[in-house]
């Protein structure tokens, strides 16, 4: 999210559960997150290549199996103009939390950014979590990520861990 002000929803914006049918479009989204971590920081995250729209278009699609996962779209005018991806979690001793819901993805396709869609992504996913129980939410977001983290403190998010990353040194 690159604007702090946002314009009104485009028209026909309307956040639906995904579809198999979406996966390309989904992949197409998620390729651009891929390659905006990395560009954050390409010794931490990941670089986009050749296969990654495909393989987490596919990766995403298989999520619509799980019970536990959701995956929702932002379309506008048959077009899929960003995505959210989130999950049940139960207790983490690793993260210290008990169950919570978590959303792993939230994307927007650039030229649709500061229109309210990612708002409106977020506030759905919020509203799935909770109808499925969840008592927290939680997300990461890129330090680098300064429209995002805008995004979810107006949500009412908190930080409340920092990752820190250290590259082997031999």
Same mark, same amino acid.
Request: glycine share 8%.
């Given at each position: 999210?690159?604007?702090?002000?946002?314009?009104? =929803?485009?028209?026909? @914006?309307?956040? +639906?559960?995904? +579809?198999? =049918? =979406?996966?390309?479009? @989904?992949g197409r989204l998620a390729a651009m997150l891929v390659d905006l971590h990395h560009r954050f920081d390409a010794d931490r995250f990941i670089a986009a290549d050749a296969g990654t729209a495909a393989g987490y278009g596919g990766y995403l699609v298989s999520q619509l199996k799980r019970p536990q996962a959701m995956v929702l779209v932002a379309e506008a005018g048959g077009a899929v103009l960003g995505y959210a991806y989130a999950g049940m979690e139960g207790h983490d001793w690793m993260a210290l939390r008990g169950p919570a819901g978590a959303i792993y993805?939230?994307?927007?396709?650039?030229?649709? +950014? %500061?229109? %309210?869609?990612?708002?409106?992504?977020?506030?759905?996913?919020?509203?799935?979590?909770?109808?499925? %129980?969840?008592? +927290?939410?939680?997300?990461?977001?890129? $330090?680098?990520?300064?429209?995002?983290?805008? @995004? *979810?403190?107006?949500? %009412? *998010?908190?930080?409340?861990?920092?990752?820190?990353?250290?590259?082997? $040194? =031999?």
């Open positions: 999210m690159a604007a702090d002000v946002e314009k009104p =929803d485009p028209p026909s @914006l309307v956040v +639906r559960a995904a +579809r198999p =049918d =979406d996966g390309p479009a @989904l993805d939230i994307i927007v396709d650039p030229e649709h +950014r %500061g229109q %309210g869609v990612g708002r409106r992504l977020l506030d759905q996913t919020l509203a799935a979590l909770a109808e499925r %129980g969840a008592p +927290r939410v939680v997300l990461s977001t890129a $330090t680098r990520n300064e429209g995002a983290q805008r @995004l *979810f403190a107006r949500a %009412g *998010f908190r930080p409340t861990m920092v990752e820190m990353t250290r590259e082997r $040194t =031999d």
